[in-house]
């Protein structure tokens, strides 16, 4: 039998692989590790607690926020703001950065962003939902609050991204920027355990996960290649919570498409918080992430902490086909 090997532990052995590495980014990722597991105590006992429904509470985006949301998106605050390993936090949750006071004379260097509950609207349904964050180090001054800037990179200067997701197990991947790692959470213990080591996503796969029901909203060129998936018999696989569509084709193989409609003429999804460290991490796994004006995600100028992005992911062949189609058929 494999030696368990902890979060903790892992993180502390990899921290080694960072010249000069002082230890902050490690204590930020076991912060991220305390939240996911108080959140994860709630999420699995939601169904019991009063804390469904709609909070009648609406997030910067406007969508409706569930109590969970609230609730994760405090726990992940607080958790982040006791260590002083972090300057600041930006959040689906809140319309502007948090700068977090230095915790005695620590003078962070890590900002981070996150969602912290993603796929909401299935929480309600007992369906999966997740946590995505995002580690950048700081531009701004060392000797002053963050600022807007330390937020606004490009998602190609991420010192870490990784997701939670609190589905029939709980599992926490991450990278940090080399290789990526999946952790499952062994409650008997209260602990992450290594479970899914150097992580490789399929050159290609059986699955595509893309919204069917905004089809005849697509541009002409999504549509053709959205059939080609079809033709080849591929099954379509879509949960609408993105952690978890994306999980799946991390370990399976596949493609996730979310292309810009009517409603949403630059995407539904966020760039900062959702797509840049899902981008990340497939990229990291070998995969490929583009925008369906086919820049590369990581590449993407950011203007907006709520920035949207159209979103083509997965198994490098099949994002590299779908740029085929959009070059051919794009009028
Ligand atoms: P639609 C959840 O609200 C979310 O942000 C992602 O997790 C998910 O992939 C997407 O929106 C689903 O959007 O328009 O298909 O319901």
Excluded at 63 to 69: A, F, H, I, S, T
Excluded at 224 to 239: E, G, V
Excluded at 305 to 326: C, N, W, Y
Aim: charged content about 25%; proline content about 4%; some cysteine.
């Amino acid at each position: 039998m494999n030696r368990i090997v902890t979060l903790d532990e892992f993180i502390i052995k990899r921290q080694k692989d960072f010249p000069f590495a002082s230890g902050e980014l490690t204590g930020l990722l076991r912060d991220i590790g305390v939240a996911a597991k108080i959140v994860n105590r709630e999420v699995n006992k939601a169904g019991l607690l009063n804390i469904l429904g709609v909070a009648d509470a609406h997030n910067a985006t406007g969508d409706e926020v569930q109590k969970l949301d609230l609730y994760a998106n405090d726990k992940l605050i607080d958790c982040l703001s006791n260590s002083g390993e972090c300057c600041g936090i930006a959040s689906e949750e809140n319309e502007d950065f948090i700068p977090i006071p230095p915790v005695g004379n620590k003078q962070s260097k890590y900002v981070v962003v996150f969602d912290p509950l993603d796929g909401s609207s299935n929480i309600n349904v007992n369906v999966s939902v997740g946590t995505i964050f995002g580690i950048y180090r700081r531009k701004s001054e060392a000797s002053g609050p963050c600022q807007l800037e330390d937020f606004l990179q490009k998602g190609a200067e991420m010192v870490a991204a990784g997701y939670v997701l609190y589905g029939t197990s709980t599992l926490l991947v991450y990278t940090t920027g080399r290789g990526v790692n999946g952790f499952t959470l062994d409650p008997t213990i209260g602990e992450f355990c290594l479970s899914h080591k150097d992580i490789r996503i399929p050159a290609r796969g059986n699955y595509y996960s893309v919204n069917q029901g905004y089809y005849l909203k697509f541009d002409v060129e999504m549509r053709r290649f959205i059939d080609h998936c079809s033709d080849l018999n591929l099954r379509l696989r879509y949960i609408g919570s993105m952690v978890s569509d994306i999980h799946r084709i991390l370990f399976q193989g596949g493609i996730f498409l979310y292309p810009n409609t009517r409603k949403y003429p630059f995407g539904k999804l966020r760039l900062v918080y959702e797509c840049n460290p899902l981008s990340f991490i497939v990229e990291q796994a070998g995969g490929h992430a583009i925008t369906c004006e086919l820049d590369r995600v990581l590449d993407v100028p950011v203007s907006d902490l709520h920035q949207r992005a159209t979103i083509a992911i997965g198994s490098p062949d099949m994002v590299e086909e779908m740029k085929s189609f959009v070059q051919r058929y794009r009028i």
